[in-house]
């Protein structure tokens, strides 16, 4: 903490030192480098998780036809070309863990956070760009870790990304609970370093590093998003923490948190008694609920963000976004008891978490028609990111509309463990979160790199993937209703079952033509970095602050004073206006604030360090809640 | 850049102090997760005879107390470097770190106890289970501690060499915090212990 802390004291005086490639590029402590880092990495995190799903629908589509090049991929997972049933789970658990965790958490949040933050509330970097640092290298390590146990002897963790004891407290369980499991929980631990660095920091730089007029009520929806998402992980993940050391104990040391009266191999009771299994799903539930939201949420601000810019209107109801985001974080920490309607839960209990639980539509409805009113009427330019954005809310609808369903006790109890729950969170948290976060990379890439992505790619990128998604997860909905189990290796050797494989067929082709259609996208991407055409300052005509910037990257974002901000970041298309937008940073005096922002135009007079030390506590106060 | 013509604003709160006052928030989750383990899992143990309650060791008292004066000492280094007192400032710092360790071997001789009377972190017998708990969450803090030693030690030094006085409060300040934070937190951690067990 202290070296942090002195570095941030002093990281001010160090704008124009010289960069080595080893600190410009690998330890940097530049925010956007880092945003980099973590972007690049959860690509590459994506693409892994992206070629597992892939292998498993194969097998799940042709059980009975060999593929040779699986075995030159696999080797003994799948000799003559028939998957491992084994590997087969390690795949459908390391598959779930990389992308809720590595792509969606990390690759999402992590990568738009840092870009955007110090750039959208005007600040030179991080509040500590060393922490910053940190939690990127944790974070690769801890990738690296997770990756590791796909090469050992015994295979990945394989008891499903929410990795239940006690199979997977018993290394003779199943071979994945051997090493794989060790693994597994050393990654998710580093992972929950990373991520709590990263959350100190995205919090401490939006409270307290804002520029000069810009008021909590002036920030953009990404910021909002971004702040609420580091709130959930702040006081989420160390609860995930002690459930992941008690599963340790467990494994490891021999006590009995999750353990009891367990009979292996037909040879008797192992000697673990009194513990509770259900007090890990408690415990992890209590994390993973507003997991869901950590990754959604931060795809909702970038969303906003975009829609508004490309309809080149005033996002609808500013204050309803922000209140129904604060809502859906303070539910999300009161409802995991929903994941758990069949664990013998008291059924008054569940009827609380059933009720909780529904009460999220209306925030989430909220978001949904804001987005809707936003769109109409404007002068929507379809740009990549738009398109995106629109396919956000489109999965966003169609996926939450089947929470009310899951939400539902006596519903859950059928479709639980089904593939209806599979459809549900592919298309509301996956998809939508994806969509989200390619949003995001279309329409801030020049920020990022000084350059623009091939506009032509990303509308095939966009619609063979958006009509994809919805042939792979929509179909779903039906086997689920119909019963059938999610994660089996081969479902269809029971009868009854037999009549999806055509579905399944389906589904595993359009999976196949979904991701080759990254393929587009990855090229894009990659092509674009140095041969894009280049970026002008203001590319989509934007209003927030970090078009204020230099194409070129500086660090410390602004050649000379940080600008001031006048206004809210959604003043497009004002009447009183030639051009249709008004960035925050332009000052007008003839024109009055009319929309989102309090009758104050001058910013606020510039306090006396004297001044400001005194009050620390009522200034933090203040800025908490936008008064100053 | 030319960095001397710019002025930035000033954050109205220095970020280290506030990164310090998020981390203890995550850190108390974890305590919180740990303790709300302890309260849900015991109905249920008990339902099936595994869980013993059992008293607290007297060394976690003597712990609690010894706390309790080192967060006198630590208010005393701060208020002695707020009135430029520098002298008295390394004194309470050294003290403080004293006491400190003395909390460790409290804790240490309070583990032992446990031990011989077979209250083994792994179940020496079944119904023992709240024995895994105590040791889960003393030893959790103790982990805390060692960290609040560190920059007791880490502000220390940096007294010696003259950097801790009224105009340079930053590291004085973060570790006054966070050792009351670890001191309130072994406080409510005992009383909960203590009538718990």
């Not at chain 1, 994941?339 to 059933?354: A, C």
């Not at chain 1, 032509?456 to 997860?473: E, N, R």
């Amino acid at each position: 903490m202290s070296t942090a802390a002195l570095h941030a004291d002093s990281h001010h005086d160090h704008h124009e030192h010289k960069e080595s490639f080893i600190s410009k590029y690998v330890f940097s402590m530049d925010h956007k480098m880092i945003s980099k880092q973590f972007l690049i990495t959860g690509i590459v995190m994506g693409i892994i998780g992206m070629t597992m799903s892939l292998i498993f629908r194969l097998q799940l589509a042709w059980p009975d036809e060999q593929f040779g090049f699986m075995e030159t991929l696999l080797g003994k997972w799948a000799v003559d070309g028939k998957l491992d049933p084994n590997f087969y789970m390690g795949l459908v658990t390391i598959h779930g863990t990389i992308m809720v965790f590595y792509v969606l958490t990390a690759g999402l949040s992590g990568t738009f956070s840092n870009l955007l933050i110090p750039l959208q509330v005007g600040a030179r970097d991080m509040a500590s760009p060393f922490m910053n640092m940190l939690s990127y290298w944790f974070f690769l390590a801890s990738s690296i870790t997770l990756l590791s146990s796909v090469f050992i002897e015994t295979g990945p963790a394989s008891g499903g990304w929410t990795v239940y004891p006690p199979l997977s407290a018993l290394e003779k369980a199943m071979p994945g609970s051997g090493l794989g499991m060790t693994l597994w929980l050393s990654a998710i631990a580093l992972f929950i370093i990373s991520s709590l660095l990263g959350g100190i920091n995205y919090i401490s730089t939006v409270l307290n590093m804002r520029t000069k007029g810009m008021s909590m009520n002036r920030m953009p929806l990404t910021i909002w998003a971004f702040f609420f998402t580091a709130i959930l992980g702040l006081l989420s993940f160390p609860v995930l923490l002690g459930a992941a050391l008690f599963l340790i104990f467990d494994r490891s040391f021999g006590t009995s948190f999750y353990l009891s009266d367990i009979y292996l191999e037909g040879v008797g009771a192992l000697e673990n008694i009194g513990g509770s299994p259900v007090l890990y799903q408690h415990l992890f539930w209590f994390l993973g609920h507003p997991e869901v939201y950590i990754i959604l949420m931060p795809a909702l601000g970038i969303t906003s963000e975009v829609i508004s810019t490309n309809a080149r209107k005033p996002i609808f109801g500013y204050t309803a976004m922000v209140i129904s985001l604060m809502g859906i974080s303070f539910l999300s920490f009161i409802v995991w008891g929903h994941h758990m309607f069949i664990t013998g839960m008291n059924p008054f209990l569940g009827s609380v978490f059933m009720i909780l639980t529904l009460i999220i539509a209306v925030p989430s409805a909220v978001k949904a028609f804001n987005y809707l009113t936003t769109l109409w009427k404007g002068n929507l330019r379809f740009t990549p990111a738009m398109l995106f954005s629109i396919g956000l809310v489109s999965f966003f609808i169609s996926g939450g509309l089947t929470g009310i369903y899951l939400g539902n006790a006596a519903l859950d109890i059928q479709l639980h463990d089904s593939y209806f729950v599979v459809a549900h969170f592919h298309l509301v948290m996956g998809s939508a979160a994806i969509f989200g976060m390619l949003a995001g990379i279309y329409h801030w890439f020049p920020k990022m790199y000084g350059r623009m992505m091939n506009n032509t790619l990303g509308y095939f990128h966009f619609w063979i993937t958006f009509i994809t998604a919805y042939l792979v997860f929509f179909p779903m909905h039906f086997m689920g209703l119909a019963g059938v189990p999610r994660r089996y290796y081969q479902f269809t050797l029971l009868e009854d079952f037999n009549v999806w494989m055509d579905v399944n067929k389906l589904i595993t082709v359009s999976a196949i033509v979904g991701g080759a259609a990254q393929l587009l996208f990855i090229y894009n991407f990659f092509y674009s970095i140095f041969k894009g055409k280049k970026a002008t300052a203001n590319p989509w005509q934007a209003n927030s602050l970090e078009w204020s910037t230099p194409v070129e990257r500086i660090h410390g974002n602004w050649p000379g004073e940080i600008p001031t901000v006048y206004r809210g970041p959604y003043e497009y298309s004002r009447p009183d206006r030639e051009e249709d937008f008004f960035p925050q940073y332009v000052p007008d005096d003839s024109a009055p604030e009319v929309l989102h922002t309090e009758e104050h135009q001058v910013a606020p007079e510039e306090k006396s360090p004297e001044e400001v030390e005194s009050s620390v506590f009522f200034a933090a106060i203040k800025r908490v809640f936008g008064l100053s | 850049m030319p960095k001397s013509k710019v002025k930035d604003p000033i954050p109205a709160v220095p970020p280290a102090r506030l990164n310090m006052w998020l981390f203890m928030a995550a850190s108390s989750m974890l305590f919180a997760a740990t303790v709300s383990a302890f309260i849900v899992h015991r109905p249920d143990a008990e339902s099936r005879q595994a869980w013993t309650a059992f008293d607290l060791p007297i060394f976690f008292l003597y712990s609690t107390i010894i706390v309790v004066l080192s967060s006198v000492t630590i208010f005393y280094a701060q208020k002695s470097a707020k009135s430029d007192e520098l002298a008295a400032n390394k004194n309470f710092l050294l003290l403080t770190t004293v006491l400190g360790i003395a909390f460790c071997v409290s804790q240490y001789l309070g583990w032992q106890q446990m031990v011989r009377l077979d209250l083994t972190f792994v179940n020496a017998r079944p119904e023992d289970i709240s024995a895994s708990y105590v040791w889960v969450i003393t030893v959790l803090h103790f982990v805390h501690i060692l960290g609040g030693i560190g920059l007791l030690i880490g502000t220390w030094i940096q007294a010696i060499r003259l950097n801790v006085h009224k105009k340079s409060m930053g590291l004085m300040t973060l570790t006054h915090t966070y050792w009351h934070f670890v001191g309130v937190l072994w406080i409510f951690l005992y009383l909960f212990l203590y009538f718990a067990e």
